[in-house]
């Protein structure tokens, strides 16, 4: 009884640090001239996504933002690269989390957003991996690039909001390099 107590404590410590974490990132991206931060949260939607609990489960739908999840609860939650990655989740696309009582959290994708295939360039800007396609950067997830093994100057596939000006980009594959020809 005592150990539920405690875990019910600091699920809400999280709670209160996540939302002041979202908190902040909106008031910076006010006065901020990041494009990138801006560009994240502005059309980003979480109308019409609630949180509700399901038994002993917590569901809180969000909106993936390319790197984190915006929950229906204005906090900023985090998304495992990894799913992200083989998933290829593009930004602005609508999932849940489903919270069980022994903390473990399972993902599912509600609506993906209407997207566009291009084709890139990898590149490296300071620490994070962009793509480079019709003259834009878009970021890329670390776990989409080394769990292939892929090469900066690689041509990649990518996925990107139809309609939406997109900060980041899931990428899809790594095309194949010809040979040249003898």
Wanted: proline residues 3%.
């Amino acid at each position: 009884m005592l150990e539920s107590k405690k875990l019910i404590a600091i699920r809400d410590f999280l709670d209160s640090a996540q939302k002041s974490i979202i908190s902040a990132k909106k008031i910076l991206a006010t006065m901020s001239d990041e494009k990138d931060l801006k560009k994240e949260l502005e059309y980003i939607d979480t109308s019409g996504l609630s949180s509700y609990m399901s038994g002993d489960e917590k569901i809180i739908e969000w909106v993936f933002t390319g790197e984190s999840m915006l929950g229906s609860d204005g906090a900023l939650y985090p998304v495992p690269q990894n799913y992200a990655s083989k998933s290829k989740l593009v930004q602005g696309s609508k999932l849940k989390a489903v919270i069980h009582n022994d903390g473990k959290i399972t993902y599912k994708i509600i609506e993906e957003i209407e997207h566009e295939t291009k084709i890139g360039i990898l590149t490296k800007n300071k620490e994070r991996f962009q793509v480079i396609a019709d003259g834009k950067a878009y970021n890329a997830l670390l776990a989409a690039v080394t769990f292939i093994k892929w090469e900066i100057g690689d041509s990649v596939s990518i996925r990107i909001p139809k309609w939406k000006d997109a900060t980041y980009a899931a990428i899809e594959t790594v095309i194949p390099k010809m040979s040249p020809k003898e």
